[in-house]
């Protein structure tokens, strides 16, 4: 009886064992055969040509993946400007100030929201967002924009992963403990003073990991993205010119790349670049998380 | 108000607590705070019955009573902390210091302001030792790094702290033992100099030590405020408690001197409550 109990046990560890060694293995795995077929165009062309210039002609065999990687910060980085700041005053509010009545509405609906396919918000951004920034905004600073545009895509990008960032803020906010908020307002603070300086700086782990969560996300997304930007490769100059981000690029050119030599490995390089990125990304922030965790104990 | 007229030293003092005796005599009785048929309502429960009690100043009042008879619910009354909870409906009248508390134009942070909190498990705020007990004062605009420090070093001398932690004041909170935090958290309630301090089994989640570290402030301190207790344990309510308010099942049984209620209860329930025969 008691045998076969420990056998389970031992049979339920090593499954589950497995299991999460699997998960970790496909990170590797993935890493490991982008770098492999990356790999001949790296060492045909040189990785510094590769990230620094800008000259983009599969056909003479000049790729230059400069205006990519920057399209991809500059969509990312307007998505996560316009995104945070709106998300954490809405979360804010939502855990600290609003009635359970609305707490509950509100959720379903964030949840709604993220569970909406990009292609919906790519196409509503075609509609409403390019237009609108063609015709409104973009004249008072440049002479022309089409409307699709590094400012576009990252509208478009920031309304994506605005519920992804409020649905796990609220868990955040709601994770600092009732009496810590007590512990302030009983000293006398105000509902603000006890937010601002109690329970946001409480969370401070929590925020950066959703907005690493948020920008690792804002990064791969494609389809939304591509069809917003104008997929044109050039630096862009302003935020009314037209982009082309990595995924974009791979995603709009994986189907032709057999005809062209060394294409095939400049977009497996383009994809590790985005992968590289991203876990790069990763592991910077989770060494800052740590630097806080051992400096201020939150 | 039957409380006033209750003849304070009727019986000679007794041997294990002649300070507290002798304290409790030398000092007027002021009303601090007044409760009138106070009633709370959760979720539509009937949790508090028309309390009605007087905690006299500058003394140790002890809450005691059963699991789920109110105590809690009647403490945290007190200043205001069921004001965010929607679930909580609040009937009747509660003065501080001569003044209802439960109006519309009160001031709630002012309220609170007049009482420093105790809770259950110290709760230290995620911020340094000095910063958590100058969090108070700086709320209410006290500025200045040298006045800070002394406010801050003052308090935790009072709490018996500082000679541990004078070497890591910039140190997180968190890093404190728990009895420390208890001690660290009385400092923070005590600077900002208020008038009740309200604890809520505020020992319970301590070790027997720290426990009568905390204990003993408590009854070092009640010369200067007026301190408010609610407790599960008996013998803690007997040790240090000047008036006892014995509840149950949301009712306000018997209110009394420690001595009138643990020697002399008059009524049947606080009579087996306290000798044991029910928890």
């Known amino acids: 009886m008691l045998k076969s109990r420990l056998l389970k046990d031992r049979i339920a560890r090593h499954y589950m064992l497995t ?42 065999g000049d790729f230059g993946f400069a205006s990519y990687i920057l399209s991809t910060l500059y969509v990312t980085g307007i998505a996560i400007i316009i995104a945070l700041p709106l998300s954490l005053l809405t979360s804010i509010y939502i855990i600290e100030y609003a009635s359970p009545k609305i707490l509950r509405a509100f959720s379903s609906v964030v949840d709604l929201l993220a569970g909406i396919p990009p292609v919906i918000y790519g196409v509503w951004g075609t509609l409403t967002i390019v237009p609108f920034i063609s015709k409104s905004i973009a004249p008072h600073f440049v002479e022309f924009s089409t409307g699709y545009s590094v400012l576009a895509a990252g509208v478009v990008l920031a309304i994506m992963i605005i519920p992804l960032i409020i649905s796990i803020l609220m ?35 929590g925020v950066i990991a959703a907005t690493v969560l948020a920008i690792s996300r804002a990064f791969g997304e494609t389809l939304a993205v591509l069809m917003v930007c104008g997929n044109f490769t050039d630096l862009p100059k302003s935020i009314f010119d037209a982009c082309y981000p990595l995924p974009a690029l791979i995603a709009n050119n994986y189907g032709e790349m057999m005809s062209v030599p060394q294409y095939e490995s400049a977009l497996m390089f383009a994809a590790f670049l985005l992968f590289f990125i991203i876990v790069l990304f990763n592991v910077i922030s989770r060494l800052v998380l740590i630097q806080i965790d051992k400096r201020y104990q939150l | ?119 259950q498990r110290p709760c230290s705020l995620p911020m340094s030792i000095i910063d958590n007990v100058v969090y108070g004062p700086r709320l209410h605009g006290v500025r200045g790094r040298r006045k800070l420090y002394e406010i801050a070093r003052h308090q935790l001398v009072a709490v018996g702290l500082w000679d541990e932690v004078k070497d890591r004041l910039k140190t997180p909170a968190s890093t404190l033992s728990i009895g420390q935090q208890q001690r660290l958290c009385l400092a923070r309630g005590l600077a900002v100099e208020p008038e009740i301090i309200l604890g809520d089994e505020a020992t319970s989640a301590l070790d027997p030590i720290s426990s009568k570290t905390i204990e003993e402030l408590f009854v070092t301190i009640k010369d200067k405020y007026t301190v408010v207790l609610v407790t599960h344990t008996l013998r803690q309510a007997k040790r240090i408690a000047d008036y006892v308010a014995f509840m149950y099942m949301g009712e306000l049984v018997e209110f009394g001197t420690a001595d009138q209620l643990f020697n002399h209860p008059k009524n049947q329930l606080t009579k087996e409550y306290i000798s044991g025969g029910f928890s």
């Not at chain 1, 699997?22 to 993935?30: D, E, S, T, V």
Request: with cysteine.
């Open chain 2, 1 to 119: 108000m039957e409380l006033i007229t209750a003849p304070l030293i009727t019986v000679p003092l007794t041997i294990e607590q002649p300070k507290f005796k002798v304290m409790n005599g030398s000092h007027s009785l002021n009303p601090h705070i007044v409760v009138e048929n106070l009633n709370i309502f959760i979720k539509g429960n009937h949790i508090l019955k028309d309390i009605n009690m007087t905690i006299p100043d500058k003394s140790i009042t002890c809450i005691i009573g059963p699991s789920g008879c109110g105590k809690t619910t009647l403490l945290r009354s007190f200043n205001r902390l069921h004001d965010d909870n929607v679930d909580v409906k609040i009937k009747g009248k509660l003065f501080v210091d001569g003044e209802d508390i439960y109006t519309k134009d009160t001031e709630v942070t002012h309220i609170r302001k007049k009482m420093g909190l105790l809770a």
């Open chain 1, 171 to 205: 868990e955040v906010f709601s994770a600092v403990p009732k009496e810590m908020r007590e512990a302030s307002m009983s000293l006398g603070a105000t509902k603000w003073q006890t937010v601002k300086k109690v329970v946001i700086r409480k969370s401070i782990p």
């Open chain 1, 19 to 60: 299991a999460t060694v699997m998960a970790i293995f496909f990170l590797f795995l993935i890493g490991g055969g982008l770098f492999l077929k990356s790999l001949p165009i790296m060492q045909e062309k040189g990785l510094w040509t590769l990230l620094t210039t800008s000259n983009w002609r599969p056909f003479k």
